[in-house]
């Protein structure tokens, strides 16, 4: 089916560790997002990308890395995992030609936690 | 930093009310939407409003948005059970960021 698929869909890691998080669209969506989930934060974004190749830094980019080398991958890669970066990870995507009324789609989201 | 406040943080109602949620946002926006989150499930978008439109419908939703206050509210008319989520404005502006409020909890009792 189509859609945006993360994976894992929960991950335990130790701190120190690097660790990946995925996110396929199959849309060809030309905008994706990694948005992290906290209690009493909201959603606030790390990372974005207007297309293959072009990424750049949102609210939260500390500690994470992101690549875009085709248009459907998006993954978040944690270089050294901290507790603090226990969170709830959520991709999104948005068409560049999509009408103004669509909104984002999210995935279901990656629970991760750092031990 | 976030770019809006959702007020209240949460609301518990009764099945058949309605449920008003407020938001309000710092910058300047292209648009403001609202996005509801099941627990433990990803965002759905509910509404999109745009900055130079002041009210919108969509079935029992209804979204206002006044720029001069930097502010919108969602109304559910009629609550069901099976509306009870979190509820979270966003906005975007220039680019294509989409940055979030802190949400509203809403519980529908039956």
């Known amino acids: 089916d189509a859609g945006i698929t993360q994976s894992p869909r929960y991950k335990i890691t130790e701190t120190g560790r690097q660790v990946t998080l995925m996110c396929h669209q199959t849309w060809s969506h030309s905008y994706m997002f990694w948005y992290r989930q906290d209690l009493g934060h909201g959603l606030r974004l790390i990372y974005y990308s207007a297309a293959a190749d072009i990424t750049d830094k949102g609210e939260v980019p500390d500690g994470y890395v992101v690549s875009r080398s085709k248009t459907e991958n998006f993954p978040l890669t944690l270089e050294s995992a901290t507790r603090s970066q226990t969170s709830v990870y959520f991709c999104?995507?948005?068409?560049?030609?999509?009408?103004?009324?669509?909104?984002?789609?999210f995935g279901s989201g990656t629970r991760l936690t750092v031990v | 930093s976030q770019q809006g406040e959702e007020d209240p943080q949460a609301l518990s109602i009764q099945e058949g009310e309605n449920a008003t949620m407020n938001c309000s946002y710092k910058?300047?926006?292209?648009?403001l939407q609202w996005y509801r989150q099941n627990s433990g499930r990803g965002l759905v978008h509910l509404i999109l409003?745009?900055?130079?439109?002041r009210e919108k419908h969509s079935g029992r939703l209804r979204v206002t948005l006044d720029t001069s206050k930097k502010s919108s509210s969602l109304l559910i008319t009629a609550s069901r059970a099976a509306d009870t989520a979190s509820y979270f404005c966003a906005t975007v502006y220039l680019t294509n960021k989409l940055i979030f409020g802190t949400g509203t909890l809403l519980a529908v009792q039956p």
């Open positions: 409003i745009r900055s130079n439109e």
């Open positions: 910058t300047s926006i292209n648009n």
């Open positions: 999104a995507s948005r068409g560049a030609r999509q009408g103004a009324e669509y909104g984002y789609t």
